[in-house]
């Protein structure tokens, strides 16, 4: 399963970083997501809301993409998949929650900064590795360096990215997808304008496929 949910994150190009206030918002954050196109969602663990909206949506769209974001400790990875969480994201790289997604048969998408954690990631046992804060430590050309002496890492730069720099982005040999907000802001989920969101979504997607193709 994990080598699938890959490919697929891989095919998608894209994870809207999710942080919702309400799980009453989550549903229809996914339907105007599919409407847009963009059949994936990484729901962050930073509000209470998550672990239930997780569960929430892979009950009322089972054949989309979604997994926990701003995952910090084993334990809440495990309660994650548990929810039906198809992958698992942290903000840094923990050894015990690639272990135990690895157990699980499910992609641990550990963060990463720096030769060392990217070498350690490696090593416990991840292959997509989240790049982040993206922007703020370099954006595209440290990512190429990075990418030089880790030919076997698939990257998803996460921090910074919107509409403005995604092609850059997408157009790197070693990044597999990107990881953003812009159009899932909890501005526009508060307001529920999840036409815009759908908007946002579309537009996103439309840029993907500029760069990648149908494929």
């Not at 840094?92 to 690895?102: A, F, K, N, Q, W």
Request: with cysteine; proline share 7%; charged share 20%.
């Amino acid at each position: 399963m994990a080598e699938q949910v890959a490919k697929r994150i891989a095919a998608i190009g894209l994870l809207p970083v999710v942080e919702l206030r309400s799980v009453s918002e989550a549903v229809p954050l996914l339907e105007a997501l599919s409407a847009g196109g963009l059949r994936a969602a990484e729901i962050t663990l930073r509000t209470e809301a998550g672990l239930p909206a997780i569960a929430a949506v892979r009950h009322s769209h089972p054949d989309a993409l979604v997994g926990a974001g701003t995952v910090r400790s084993a334990d809440d990875a495990r309660r994650a998949i548990d929810q039906g969480a198809q992958f698992v994201v942290s903000p840094g790289t923990d050894r015990e929650i690639v272990e135990l997604c690895t157990s699980l048969n499910v992609p641990a998408v550990p963060g990463v900064c720096t030769p060392t954690e990217v070498q350690s990631a490696l090593r416990f046992g991840a292959r997509v590795l989240k790049f982040f804060p993206a922007q703020a430590l370099g954006g595209v050309t440290f990512l190429k360096a990075l990418a030089g002496p880790f030919g076997e890492a698939a990257f998803v730069p996460t921090g910074g990215i919107d509409p403005s720099n995604l092609r850059e982005y997408l157009r790197l040999p070693s990044v597999v997808a990107c990881g953003g907000s812009w159009m899932v802001t909890p501005a526009l989920l508060a307001e529920r304008r999840f036409d815009r969101v759908e908007e946002l979504a579309r537009e996103a997607v439309a840029i993907v496929t500029e760069v990648r193709g149908d494929a």
